[in-house]
């Protein structure tokens, strides 16, 4: 059984307008995946200075971040990060340039999980539809057009308020789509943002929206994980 999660952190900013890195930390230790994505994990501007602070991760928790930054102070690629247990192996990784009017992408990375390989791609899509749809596209042209095929999991803030919008339905040729539940905006959700998405390999056998006290406050942004198990026969039809 594999933990994987998706938490938007809104730059360690919380519901109450303070920047509380601690509580963000606190909720990532509650959600104790074995892989979670973070979203706006980086400062948008200048030396785009993540908001956690790398030691304190490396120290105080069982993660160590993937190295797509290309700074010092930054933790991810366009706010986009990887965070993975310590047993975990690292063989690849790399940034993904996405189109759209503003700074975007997305990040991918190779892992060994319990003498498995997988990938493991993360993202943070546009407000825009049209570029949404044309960010998807992009994203599966890169993962499958130039990458050795690998069992993969998609997941992040899609900003994607319909399970039946035409981006969503952009992943379903290759990839079963989780909704795990409102995940936005924290204090009373109403919108399911954050999705996990799955090649034929893995089975979903749990997900949910992590809701404790801390999470409430700590970003606008309800946390989201899934249960998986990797079954290579696969199950989705054709």
């Not at 304190?56 to 190295?67: A, F, G, H, K, S």
Request: aromatic letters at 6%; a neutral charge.
């Amino acid at each position: 059984m594999l933990k994987i999660g998706s938490y938007n952190i809104q730059k360690s900013i919380g519901v109450d307008a303070r920047r509380r890195p601690d509580r963000t930390l606190k909720v990532i230790q509650e959600l104790d995946c074995d892989i979670l994505a973070l979203q706006e994990a980086d400062k948008r501007f200048g030396p785009r200075e993540s908001t956690l602070d790398r030691d304190t991760i490396l120290q105080e928790t069982d993660y160590r971040p993937v190295p797509f930054a290309t700074g010092d102070k930054s933790l991810g690629w366009h706010g986009n990060a990887i965070l993975v247990r310590n047993s975990i192996g690292i063989l690849d990784h790399r940034r993904l340039d996405l189109p759209t009017l503003e700074p975007r992408g997305a990040v991918a990375v190779d892992l060994e999980v319990a003498g498995e390989k997988i990938r493991v791609a993360a993202m943070h899509l546009s407000l825009i539809g049209h570029f949404r749809k044309k960010q998807i596209t992009s994203l599966m042209h890169q993962l499958h057009e130039h990458l050795d095929y690998l069992p993969t999991v998609l997941i992040g803030d899609l900003n994607e308020w319909r399970d039946t919008a035409g981006s969503i339905k952009l992943f379903e040729e290759r990839y079963e789509v989780t909704t795990p539940g409102r995940s936005f905006p924290s204090p009373l959700p109403v919108g399911s943002l954050d999705r996990i998405i799955t090649s034929p390999e893995f089975v979903v056998r749990q997900a949910g929206v992590h809701k404790s006290k801390t999470a409430r406050v700590a970003s606008d942004h309800l946390p989201v994980w899934a249960n998986l198990t990797l079954e290579p026969a696969g199950h989705l039809p054709g």
